[in-house]
């Protein structure tokens, strides 16, 4: 589809967009933290309240059954989405951030003092956090990989740090703050040759570009619904069937088990032993809609249309004065975060605000890259295949705006 072409009926799918802000037009630059949500996954949601709804996996009645064969039809349409070799290789969680918690607690028991494990520089901090409290049970230690200017990693720093001790690294494959696009399967090509397991934290890179875990050969892979389109409370976890076979449980509950006894329990096999309890199942089939909506417009087509929009922008922004972007990697998301002189990022995203445009400020989840620029935070738009050109124009109008008033 030519998204170009299209733009009007695009946007026409996204009641949200219509939204007025202070008597203006919404312009939604905020796509980064969440996209909008097009009809077609809003009336799955309700299509599913109004005629499905009912627990899955344990009903004999017809809407229980159908409920089942539905959520496990979305797992495959996952499934064949990422290129993964089996749906025991999708494990559907409550977002990114769920995910990762649940991959740092399978190295619970096998790591332990002497142990390295390797983090970017680049990381969100639901990519560092269950990581540091996973060095704490087990003694581990935790290397970085560092960052240059350009909010690109140093590679040959991170080739030094890799040895026999390494055994987890894990990497987003886009910087939410910065928009860098990581080189990983470079990464995960050095780290295997050490027998090292790696995870990608993909919550940036699925809305944006096609991802084939089996030609990366990641260990893990994961992301949240609600950045391509999809409603919030749904992730989804892959990981290597043989990896998810060895790891514990990481609750436990109704639907994980085999059999129960007060003695012993065994526990159910893959993916059920790992989604306890009831899930989000309206949640889950609406993120299948928003892929087949995402997978209709075209990931290549998106990608190509997003790079005209920052491309675009970039420009654009760079005619204010004294105006600096931080992430300048050739290889970049539609995502550009910027500060303009000295003035706080807040006090602009509050005046911009007035004017109906969304955009983030602060350190989006991410203060180890601003201690590195050593500034508080920065001014964060990123772009969805539904933004157009008119609205970059009334952001650089309306910063123009907020910069007079200001200085
Ligand atoms: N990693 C990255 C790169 C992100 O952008 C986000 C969301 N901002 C997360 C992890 C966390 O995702 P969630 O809040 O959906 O768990």
């Given at each position: 589809m030519d998204i170009?072409?299209?733009?009007?009926?695009?946007?026409?799918?996204?009641?949200?967009l219509s939204t007025s802000v202070?008597?203006?037009?919404l312009?939604y630059?905020d796509?980064a933290a969440?996209s909008q949500?097009?009809?077609?996954?809003?009336?799955s949601?309700s299509?599913?309240y109004?005629n499905?709804n009912?627990?899955i996996?344990?009903?004999?009645?017809f809407?229980?059954q159908k409920?089942?064969?539905i959520?496990?039809?979305?797992r495959?349409?996952?499934?064949?989405h990422?290129n993964a070799?089996?749906?025991k290789?999708?494990?559907?969680?409550?977002?990114?951030t769920?995910?990762?918690?649940l991959?740092?607690?399978?190295?619970n028991?096998?790591l332990?003092?002497g142990?390295e494990i390797?983090?970017?520089?680049l990381e969100?901090h639901s990519?560092i956090?269950?990581?540091?409290?996973?060095c704490?049970?087990t003694?581990?230690?935790?290397k970085?990989?560092p960052?240059?200017?350009e909010g690109?990693?140093n590679?040959n720093a991170?080739?030094?740090?890799?040895?026999?001790k390494t055994?987890i690294v894990?990497?987003?494959h886009?910087s939410?703050?910065l928009?860098?696009?990581n080189?990983?399967?470079?990464?995960?090509d050095k780290a295997?040759?050490f027998?090292?397991?790696?995870?990608?934290?993909?919550?940036?890179?699925i809305?944006?570009f096609?991802?084939?875990?089996n030609d990366?050969?990641a260990d893990?892979?994961v992301?949240?619904?609600?950045k391509f389109?999809?409603?919030?409370?749904v992730?989804i976890?892959y990981?290597?069937?043989?990896?998810?076979?060895?790891?514990p449980?990481?609750?436990?509950?109704g639907?994980?088990i085999d059999e129960?006894?007060f003695?012993k329990t065994?526990?159910?096999?893959?993916?059920?032993?790992?989604?306890p309890g009831?899930p989000?199942?309206?949640?889950?089939i609406a993120?299948?809609i928003?892929?087949?909506?995402?997978?209709?417009?075209?990931?290549d087509?998106?990608?190509k249309?997003?790079?005209?929009?920052l491309?675009?922008?970039?420009q654009?922004?760079k005619t204010i004065?004294?105006?600096k972007i931080y992430g300048t990697?050739?290889n970049?998301?539609s995502?550009?975060?910027?500060n303009?002189?000295?003035?706080?990022?807040?006090?602009?995203g509050?005046i911009?605000?007035?004017?109906g445009?969304?955009?983030?400020?602060?350190?989006?989840?991410?203060?180890?890259?601003m201690?590195?620029?050593?500034i508080?935070g920065t001014i964060r738009?990123?772009f969805?295949?539904?933004n157009?050109?008119?609205?970059?124009?009334k952001?650089?109008?309306?910063?123009n705006r907020?910069v007079?008033?200001?200085?």
């Open positions: 170009k072409k299209n733009i009007e009926s695009i946007r026409n799918d996204f009641p949200i202070n008597g203006n037009k312009v630059l796509n969440t949500t097009p009809n077609c996954v809003i009336d949601i299509d599913y109004k499905l009912s627990n996996h344990r009903g004999v009645h809407l229980s409920a089942t064969e959520y496990e039809e979305t495959f349409k996952f499934k064949k990422l070799n089996s749906t290789e999708i494990i559907f969680t409550s977002g990114t769920h995910s990762i918690n991959v740092a607690n399978g190295f028991n096998s332990k003092a142990d390797i983090v970017s520089s969100h990519n956090v269950p990581w540091q409290m996973l704490e049970k003694g581990a230690t935790m970085v990989i960052m240059n200017q690109e990693l590679l991170y080739e030094d740090m890799l040895s026999k055994k894990f990497v987003n886009v939410n703050a928009g860098t696009v080189p990983i399967k470079f990464i995960i295997h040759s027998s090292a397991k790696v995870l990608i934290d993909g919550a940036q890179a809305p944006h096609k991802v084939d875990v990366l050969n893990f892979y992301f949240s619904a609600h389109c999809g409603p919030t409370g992730g976890l990981a290597k069937q043989s990896i998810l076979e060895d790891f449980p990481y609750q436990g509950g639907e994980m129960v006894t003695e065994t526990y159910a096999e893959l993916p059920n032993k790992f989604e009831t989000n199942i309206a949640g889950v993120s299948g928003a892929l087949d909506y995402i997978n209709g417009i075209g990931l087509n998106i990608k249309y997003e790079d005209e929009l491309s675009y922008a970039t654009k922004l004065k004294n105006l990697s050739q970049k998301t995502v550009i975060s910027f303009i002189g000295d003035i706080h990022a807040y006090d602009i509050s911009i605000d007035n004017l445009i969304a955009v983030r400020t602060g350190h989006h989840c991410a203060q180890p890259i201690d590195y620029y050593k508080p738009v990123s969805c295949f539904y157009n050109f008119d609205e970059i124009d952001l650089v109008n309306a910063l907020a007079k008033m200001l200085s």
